[in-house]
């Protein structure tokens, strides 16, 4: 469905071709390599430690020489929980123009460290009434450190950890955990020096 709506997206748009592939992010195999490989809105941290490190050499297989792969993944040590009654995002959908509201419910685990989240996704129907939309996932909570043995094991050169898109150094208050890891480059840079 989601390739589907993206394909019709793109259709609208007009432009270059973009392909499109569905596949187990644990065991693709495409036939190119690419100097850039995003993993957004914290689709890793939904993988145990074994299915992220196949992830990662896949990944790594799959980057060409001096190219790079960044992810956003949850700040392990972010223990605020969300307002379950408060919105956390209100948007206008695209496709309806009805407003939505985002509300998120989440519970911690200590061993292995997870949140498990309930996100609600209320629209707005133009005669007054709320359609209500769920999606319960599950993250692993990393610290940079865990997150580093899994890139080394995963052949991975060099990485750098930050805590936001300006590439402030990572610290435990950050609003997030960004890593960029490099498939070639000095073993030196491993370290990020705002990383307790």
């Known amino acids: ?15 270059p071709s973009v392909p499109l592939y569905q596949a187990d ?8 390599m690419f100097g850039l490989i995003l993993a957004p809105c914290n689709t890793s941290a939904v993988l145990d430690d074994r299915g992220l490190r ?24 972010d223990t605020e929980v969300p307002d379950p ?13 009805n407003p ?16 498990q989240v309930t996100w609600s996704y209320d629209e707005l129907q133009p005669d007054g009434h709320v359609v209500r939309a769920q999606v319960h996932t599950s993250f ?22 930050h ?3 300006d590439c402030a150094p990572f610290v435990p208050d950050s609003p997030r955990l960004i890593v960029v890891a490099e498939s070639s480059g000095n073993q030196d840079t491993q370290e990020n020096p705002g990383c307790d």
């Open 163 to 165: 805590g936001d898109y």
């Open 25 to 32: 992010m644990r065991s693709f195999h495409l036939s190119r």
């Open 100 to 115: 939505v509201q985002v509300y998120a419910s989440q519970q911690m685990q200590e061993d292995p460290p997870r949140a």
């Open 140 to 161: 692993q909570l990393r610290r940079p450190e865990a997150v580093g043995r899994l890139l080394q094991a995963s052949g991975f050169a060099a990485w750098h950890f």
């Open 85 to 97: 009654h408060e919105p956390l995002q209100v948007f206008i959908d695209r496709e309806s123009a």
């Open 1 to 15: 469905a989601m390739l589907s709506r993206a394909r019709a997206c793109l259709e609208r748009r007009g432009g």
């Open 54 to 77: 196949q992830m990662l050499t896949c990944v790594r297989a799959h980057l060409s020489p001096n190219g790079a792969f960044a992810a956003e993944m949850p700040n392990p040590f």
